[in-house]
């Protein structure tokens, strides 16, 4: 079976930047890209947070950049999906897409990302990208002086209608419940902010809008079975009801937190498996920048390159 020093999962601003370490400490990382080469920043419009950028980078050129800089040292970016893996021990065996192929890690860095939930509502897809996003710092900024409407009442959703509020000329908060679910400063921020409006027990039907969003359909529970249907004209439509961490393929191997990212210990990136090592949104329910993940992946490299050091020389 093919064998690797170190392997790679996921291809964000995490997994590339591992690669770029990685390749350049000699280690000839093997890195599969999974389902959406370049991660969630490829669907974003345009970053324009990331430090080097002055002028901002479109999300997918930025993430192809990222990807030639891996290439240049000699990184093995491959086009497939790890599906499954061994931790039991070393080396770890991953199976790609689904059996088409296994390859064998005395390392593994896993950079597979969250993934952000949606209503599942069709003009979701229909409006994305046109409209709705999943990312007010993303985002944001094309919507200054317009009306948004940000779904969710939890501290994310909180964070991106005070964030918002400073950009829009105003915010609706779409919040299924009767009440916040947020903590209490949070709340406070959002009640104190005079062009923040909660629409309480409400909930979102439809989208509509010709070239892009141009109003919600929402429904409002009065007491069951009571219901109000009404519309709101808006020009975005930004989702924080959550993001899934992306760990299916582990199986429960490695030590998850109470909404599923994996734990890493210490002051690097070692997870609960020795020898497995977590970067970016994955293992980040804090900051999920893409900052922030590409900081995890270069400690993730620098960890693995200590950790096949020590254990080359018996310890
Ligand atoms: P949460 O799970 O805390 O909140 C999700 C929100 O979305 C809830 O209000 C939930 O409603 C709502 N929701 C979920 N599904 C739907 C749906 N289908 N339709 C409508 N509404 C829906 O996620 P967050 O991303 O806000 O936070 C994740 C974690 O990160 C939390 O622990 C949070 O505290 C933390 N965090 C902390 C921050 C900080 O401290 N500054 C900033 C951001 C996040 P309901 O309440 O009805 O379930």
Redesign the pocket.
Known sequence: METTKCLIIGSGPAGYTAAIYASRANLSPVLYEGEQPGGQLTITTEIENFPGYPDGVDGYEMMEQLRRQAARFGADMRQGKVTSIDLSHRPFVATIDDGASTIAAEAVIVATGASA?Y?GLEDETKFRGRGVSACATCDGFFYRGKVVAV???????C?EASYLSNLASKVYMI???DY????KV?QKRVFDTPNIEVLFNT?TVGLFGSQGVEGAHLVRYKGTPQEEMFDIAIDGFFL????KPNTEFLDGQLELDG?GYIVTKGVGQATSVEGVFAAGDVAD??YRQAITAAGMGCKAALDVERFLLASSDGH
Not at 151 to 157: C, E, H, W
Not at 180 to 183: N, P
Not at 240 to 243: F, L, R, S
């Open positions: 939930r209503l779904v969710g009442g939890g501290d994310t959703a964070e919040v299924r419940k916040l679910r947020a903590s949070m909930n924080a009801i959550g993001h909404s329910p804090h």
